[in-house]
């Protein structure tokens, strides 16, 4: 019963580095997402993807970048990372059958930039 | 653009008692789900319950309800018999055509012995 794997769970990045968030589902999900978490802001979307090979921007996408060649992982890229940019991530997934589809997350992956 | 407000930013309640979340949002689209997800402090993210639009009749799940007011644009979560494990971060959320999700700020719900 895998479900959504985030790896890592904790990271500490100095300002300028870059890493990769990486994002893995087992249940054949077409629909894969990053969101992060900031304090008294809710969710708010990164990226999304509906299937291998597309990906789109969300809400908050500067700094970040994304990719899909499988339909398992969705990696999340910080190229240059940032002060802004500490916040707990969480992937998410789901199929691809409109609104109200039960959406899966991840246990989220907790970010400090320094 | 969709939005979600959750005015409150904490709640508490005795247990065994009920406590009422307020949520609010803001769409243009008539058709469209809305969800309350549970935050404990693991961070996991778990549904707590669904709401359809075009359903007129409220949503239930054991001991969590909804009162939900279409024309109000009006959420609400109702938890009965609070228990010391329902104490987490409460987050209301909308989503219409699509599986993107807009949360509300949330809602730390206490619960005191």
């Known amino acids: 019963n895998a479900g959504v794997t985030q790896t890592p769970k904790f990271q500490v990045l100095k300002t300028g580095q870059s890493m990769t968030l990486q994002c893995a589902q087992d249940m054949n999900h077409e629909y894969m997402s990053w969101y992060r978490q900031d304090p008294g802001m809710g969710l708010r979307l990164i990226h999304y993807?509906?299937?291998?090979?597309?990906?789109d921007q969300g809400e908050v996408p500067n700094g970040y970048n994304v990719s899909r060649s499988t339909t398992e992982d969705f990696p999340l890229r910080l190229l240059s990372a940032a002060p802004s940019q500490t916040s707990v991530y969480f992937c998410?997934?789901?199929?691809?059958?409109?609104?109200?589809?039960?959406?899966?997350f991840g246990e989220g992956s907790w970010l400090t930039v320094v | 653009a969709q939005t979600v407000t959750q005015s409150q930013p904490e709640m508490s309640v005795q247990e065994a008692e009920t406590v009422t979340l307020s949520c609010t949002y803001d769409t243009s689209e008539s058709d469209y789900y809305l969800f309350w997800y549970k935050q404990p402090p693991s961070r996991q993210m778990i549904l707590v319950i669904r709401q359809e639009a075009y359903k007129q009749q409220n949503a239930t799940e054991n001991r969590f309800s909804v009162n939900f007011q279409k024309a109000a644009k009006s959420f609400s979560l109702k938890i009965s018999d609070s228990q010391l494990g329902d104490a987490a971060m409460y987050f209301c959320a909308l989503n219409f055509g699509n599986e993107k999700l807009t949360f509300g700020t949330g809602t730390r719900l206490t619960i005191i012995p």
């Open positions: 993807s509906v299937g291998a090979g597309i990906t």
């Open positions: 998410a997934s789901s199929h691809l059958q409109g609104p109200g589809n039960t959406i899966y």
